[in-house]
């Protein structure tokens, strides 16, 4: 991991950049919402804390930005949407987060604003996406326009979900190997991890592609062309990875049902192999509490071998009885 991630959350500014006309960056120690308004050639990516209270005085200082945007930025809700206006584009996308560690499996929500001089992005927590955009810059990648320095974000946004569809997808097939090999006893609570976590990713990418199909259907008039095929791309990219993921929570609902059938046609299994041996000592267990009341003239009382008689009399009777089930078909159905 980059050494520049240790210390974002001291500053609003957690990084800046100043691409030139040739799309190669070169990072600022320190940027301010006049810089992003000068008239220098090229374009600035800002990057900000949005947990720094500073973070809202950097916001509240650019000029010609929708209240609307500014309100997206900073407040806290982290319903995604993606709206233009005055020729400035503003959403909120759902990204997984970014620890020390690398990243997890839980979402981060990137906000950002982006017009045709500059792109102003921020977060509350640390984000993959970010860090890996950052990286493929530092590195030397070039960038061309503030419109597709948005595209590239988005596309490593695309990128980390469907690594985290992927690591869903191979382990999914791990659970599916032990279930079709008879294996299922530990595998309910696995594929419900699995189930919820699906379901939070199909969500998110729900959420994502419904906010760019509208705004691509819409296209409103102040939305340039490059914007707007931008935006076309990220929606078809985004529309895939919403298809993977659902046909793979799909899958997941689908092998939670064979999980389940496998529990119920084992445990069915076991009721009856009770069932049967309830049945069957059933009458012996009538012979033996019928010789075991303390009354006068019972049976066998006064013979030598009367424990053995009855020791007959219970056999006889779960003979009887394990002869009337199989004549009934009670026994022979089960097994067929």
Known sequence: MHDKISTPDREAVVFAYRFDESGRANALTGCTAAELSSSARGFIWVHLNLADVRARQFLSD????PAAALQAMLRSSDHQQMHHEA???WGVFPDLA???DGVRDDFAHLRF???D???VSGRHHAAHAIETLRRAIEAGASVDAPVTLFETLADHIADGLDGAVTR???ELDACEDRILADDSSKEARALGLLRRQGVRIERKLAGVHSILRRLEGARPESLSSAVHAAVIRVSHRFETLHHESHALVERTRLLQDEVSNQLQSSANAHLYVLTILNS???PAVLVTGFFGMNTADLPFKDDPGGTWYGLALCVVAAGLTLWF???RGAIGARKS
Not at 62 to 65: A, K, N
């Open 98 to 100: 970014q620890d020390f």
């Open 280 to 282: 069957v000592l059933a």
């Open 87 to 89: 020729g400035v584009l």
């Open 168 to 170: 869903m997808a191979d």
């Open 62 to 65: 650019l000029e010609d930005v």
């Open 113 to 115: 604003l982006l017009s």
């Open 117 to 119: 001089r500059w792109l």
């Open 325 to 327: 089930m199989r004549r």
